[in-house]
């Protein structure tokens, strides 16, 4: 599935394209994080481009969606090497988006929180440690960050389902999008339940 958004107003600071890929496993909010990043990327008035890749399940199989957003953008798709930003929603759907880094220019945000595919249980493959899987994306980042994205927020909010706000909240505290905050804000409200919003909010901002 693919949408586009065309630009509505004249875009503000970093006009050059920026690439954001989201890649996890069915039901950890891929698609609404990605959603929130198009949604706030379009109120800063970038023409915005986002895809989504599916695996085999729906729930438990691998999905990555990918954010193009710019000055003019094309192709809702990143070419390999061209990522600026990977949130990591699983450690090993990280690996499988390495192609899309390159060193010196993406920023890698990983949750540490383990989703074992039954391609490893029933194959008896080795999951990779956290270790191993910071030292293969060297090659191919600039930063690996990596958080208990899940922890944090079932400790703060007694849900998981937000720790995709937590990691944003990552990127935006450090500055690694080109998007300000309160826009962030703005889209999470428009794409969170009402009654959820203020646990999203405080999720979102305790983020460092």
Do not use: C, W
Request: hydrophobic content about 45%.
């Amino acid at each position: 599935m693919i949408f586009m958004v065309t630009k509505a107003t004249k875009a503000e600071a970093n006009a050059r394209e920026f690439n954001v890929a989201v890649a996890g496993v069915g039901g950890q909010g891929i698609l609404t994080l990605a959603e929130i990043l198009t949604e706030a990327a379009f109120k800063q008035g970038y023409d915005v481009r986002m895809s989504e890749l599916h695996g085999l399940a729906q729930r438990g199989g691998s999905v990555t969606s990918q954010v193009r957003f710019g000055t003019k953008v094309y192709s809702s798709l990143i070419k390999a090497g061209h990522a600026d930003v990977v949130f990591a929603l699983e450690p090993l759907e990280g690996l499988r988006a390495a192609k899309l880094g390159a060193a010196g220019r993406t920023h890698f945000i990983i949750n540490t929180h383990e989703i074992v595919p039954v391609s490893v249980t029933d194959l008896g493959d080795k999951y990779p440690t956290l270790a191993d899987v910071k030292a293969k994306l060297k090659a191919f980042s600039k930063q690996v960050i990596d958080a208990d994205a899940t922890g944090i927020a079932e400790r703060e909010t007694g849900s998981a389902v937000m720790s995709n706000i937590y990691m944003l909240g990552i990127a935006s505290a450090r500055g690694l999008l080109p998007i300000r905050r309160e826009l962030l804000l703005e889209a999470i409200k428009e794409n969170v339940p009402e009654k959820y919003f203020e646990l999203n909010r405080k999720i979102f901002e305790l983020a460092k």
